[in-house]
């Protein structure tokens, strides 16, 4: 009887992947080196398609639509676009015809980017424009109205910030009720009657052109420099966007949401005294109807302007293209005689469209610089 053991049987080596050529790193530095491949081109790739890129594909939305505008404006009156001076008066035309608005708009911006919505800002302008024109107020100067416009638009706003906050009110009914009650105190105060401004410091700032660019550009222009530093550096912005977008998050972190909003408020509330002494300035006079519908073009800007109504998500540069679009709307329906009824209609219309032109986002072309990106092995 012999004993049998078992034989290992000898184990097959285990199939490997089929392996790529040898690359030459000479040949690979050279390809990273060349413009348009490599990380340099990811990196640009990377930016366009990711989250960081998406205000720059939107404001480029925005500013497609604003030539679209030109074009029309050329082609519909070659005549006065063919002269270079008519040209640059009327950009200024059209900035001047922004800035009370722009103004009112940069305060909506935070508002809405903070997850609320203020219905009564046109309503703030109209009663801070007639309580800083009144005789009294006329008595202290210049100082004594631009402080009485300033003061009365940040305590409505806290007001409205305060009902929001702590009132529980829903930001919609709260802020439509100081609309109403604002615009019955405005006409209270005037007596229904249009009080004129006597004051030649307030009624120069429509007038002064420093450096040939009216007083008012500047105005907006700091207005809208203050609030993107505001908005992008600093931790006030970075609470209001994390207050909009997830108030019960942004609470756990630490940050008080009720005073926030109380500021937001406050906050638009500042932009309308600002824009009443702007409003003021123009027409050398204020009334409770002035600055009628203000609300709506402010809402509508920030909105194109790729500010989400349920709040998180907004910027400042494009709340002010959307306000030039509609000041350039208005402008090309001026110098062609058209109706304010076809204006209205047509810039419903280019809401619309602005609106569309965001969501697509340039997709076609993200996808055709994903196709040709660069593959590494």
């Given at each position: 009887?012999?004993?049998?053991?078992?034989?290992?049987?000898?184990?097959?080596?285990?199939?490997?992947?089929?392996?790529?050529?040898?690359?030459?790193?000479?040949?690979?530095?050279?390809?990273?080196?060349?413009?348009?491949?490599?990380?340099?081109?990811?990196?640009?790739?990377?930016?366009?398609?990711?989250?960081?890129?998406?205000?720059?594909?939107?404001?480029?939305?925005?500013?497609?639509v604003l030539v679209v505008l030109v074009v029309i404006g050329i082609a519909t009156r070659p005549d006065l676009y063919g002269n270079s001076s008519w040209v640059w008066d009327n950009i200024l035309t059209i900035l001047k015809l922004a800035s009370v608005v722009g103004v009112v708009t940069v305060g909506m911006t935070f508002v809405i980017i903070g997850g609320g919505i203020d219905l009564s800002v046109g309503a703030i302008v109209a009663l801070a424009g007639v309580w800083a024109t009144t005789l009294a107020?006329?008595?202290?100067?210049?100082?004594?109205?631009?402080?009485?416009?300033?003061?009365?638009?940040?305590?409505?706003?806290?007001?409205?910030?305060?009902?929001?906050?702590?009132?529980?009110?829903?930001?919609?009914?709260?802020?439509?009720?100081?609309?109403?009650?604002?615009?019955?105190?405005?006409?209270?105060?005037?007596?229904?009657?249009?009080?004129?401004?006597?004051?030649?410091?307030?009624?120069?700032?429509?007038?002064?052109?420093?450096?040939?660019?009216?007083?008012?550009?500047?105005?907006?222009?700091?207005?809208?420099?203050?609030?993107?530093?505001?908005?992008?550096?600093?931790?006030?912005?970075?609470?209001?966007?994390?207050?909009?977008?997830?108030?019960?998050?942004?609470?756990?972190?630490?940050?008080?949401?009720?005073?926030?909003?109380?500021?937001?408020?406050?906050?638009?509330?500042?932009?309308?005294?600002?824009?009443?002494?702007?409003?003021?300035?123009?027409?050398?006079?204020?009334?409770?109807?002035?600055?009628?519908?203000?609300?709506?073009?402010?809402?509508?800007?920030?909105?194109?302007?790729?500010?989400?109504?349920?709040?998180?998500?907004?910027?400042?540069?494009?709340?002010?293209?959307?306000?030039?679009?509609?000041?350039?709307?208005?402008?090309?329906?001026?110098?062609?005689?058209?109706?304010?009824?076809?204006?209205?209609?047509?810039?419903?219309?280019?809401?619309?469209?602005?609106?569309?032109?965001?969501?697509?986002?340039?997709?076609?072309?993200?996808?055709?610089?994903?196709?040709?990106?660069?593959?590494?092995?």
């Amino acid at each position: 009887m012999t004993d049998s053991t078992p034989t290992a049987t000898p184990e097959r080596p285990a199939q490997l992947p089929a392996q790529s050529p040898p690359v030459d790193p000479a040949a690979t530095a050279a390809v990273a080196k060349t413009p348009g491949h490599g990380a340099a081109a990811a990196g640009r790739l990377s930016f366009w398609r990711g989250d960081n890129g998406e205000g720059a594909r939107r404001n480029l939305g925005l500013i497609g639509v604003l030539v679209v505008l030109v074009v029309i404006g050329i082609a519909t009156r070659p005549d006065l676009y063919g002269n270079s001076s008519w040209v640059w008066d009327n950009i200024l035309t059209i900035l001047k015809l922004a800035s009370v608005v722009g103004v009112v708009t940069v305060g909506m911006t935070f508002v809405i980017i903070g997850g609320g919505i203020d219905l009564s800002v046109g309503a703030i302008v109209a009663l801070a424009g007639v309580w800083a024109t009144t005789l009294a107020t006329q008595s202290y100067g210049a100082g004594g109205m631009i402080f009485t416009a300033l003061a009365v638009g940040i305590g409505v706003g806290l007001v409205n910030g305060l009902l929001v906050s702590y009132g529980k009110l829903v930001p919609f009914i709260a802020t439509l009720a100081m609309m109403v009650a604002a615009r019955g105190l405005a006409a209270e105060i005037s007596d229904k009657q249009t009080q004129v401004s006597s004051n030649s410091v307030i009624n120069g700032i429509a007038s002064t052109s420093p450096l040939g660019i009216p007083l008012l550009v500047y105005i907006l222009a700091a207005v809208v420099v203050a609030g993107w530093v505001l908005l992008n550096r600093t931790t006030f912005g970075r609470r209001t966007v994390a207050v909009g977008g997830n108030p019960e998050a942004a609470r756990l972190a630490g940050i008080n949401v009720r005073r926030h909003t109380v500021l937001l408020y406050a906050l638009s509330g500042l932009c309308c005294g600002i824009a009443a002494i702007m409003l003021t300035a123009q027409a050398n006079s204020a009334q409770a109807a002035m600055a009628n519908l203000y609300e709506l073009d402010a809402i509508a800007a920030a909105i194109i302007g790729g500010t989400l109504l349920s709040g998180g998500r907004g910027t400042i540069v494009g709340s002010l293209l959307g306000v030039i679009i509609f000041s350039t709307i208005t402008n090309l329906f001026a110098i062609n005689g058209l109706s304010t009824e076809a204006q209205n209609m047509v810039k419903g219309g280019i809401i619309v469209a602005a609106v569309l032109i965001q969501q697509f986002q340039f997709r076609s072309f993200t996808q055709f610089l994903g196709r040709n990106r660069p593959t590494t092995t």
